[in-house]
């Protein structure tokens, strides 16, 4: 039997009080992500469309079905090292671009398994029956405080330091890459997005959205719940299901167009 494909809908939209959209997402077949860049002058769009773009580049080796797993999950892995570089290099050529950053949570599915790549607060949720599970971990400093107790989940809300990342992709090295492997289940549905969405949502009305037996709808229904809230930041959604049937889809979607 042949291995599963990623059937995906997906949004990228500026938030109501931000000038531009420095988020970026992927989608393919095989390979999905979204990325939310920070970082003024522009350097958040420019981070971000380097690691999608990075991303998308790899796709035939990262799909190449001659190449054993354990290669394909090391070179998924070692692809976050060559965004870091790329974006420490094109800080150095622009002054004004220096502190620029990006997040990545990116999905690969190959045989039958889900790779899940993850660097700070952009979110991989998914849906399988009825149970909706993160399977991102933030690289944020509330959830450090969380995971040591100091905090309550209530207090994490509306911390201060709620957005302040402990991970990025900066172009200086200092990251610590971590792939986490899952099964892969046929009609599992997963969500990839940006803290603009699960930073005004809560996890239940996400799921109820997130139900909506078709994508687009569901997309639509979370983008206007952002948007109904405020919606304080740039919002990106890649929803998918997997599937046996081959998705044969390569596009690019916010800063990375």
Known sequence: MGGFFFDSSARSLPGLTRSGNEDSAFVSGSLIAVADGMGGHAGGEIASKIAIKTLQSLTPMLTDTTIDPDSTEDLLLNSLHTIDSEIGEYAREAEELRGMGTTLTALLAHDDTIALLHVGDSRCYRLRGNTLEQLSNDHTVVQELLNQGTITATEAL???????????????????????????????????????LSGVLTVKEIKAFLKKSDKEVAIKALVDATYIQGAPDNITIVIADLTRRQVDINELLGAAL
């Open 158 to 196: 509306d911390h201060p330091q709620r957005s302040v990342l402990t991970q990025a992709l900066m172009g200086d090295g200092n990251i610590v890459p971590l792939l986490q492997l899952y099964d892969a289940k046929e009609d599992d549905r997963y969500l990839l997005c940006s803290d603009g």
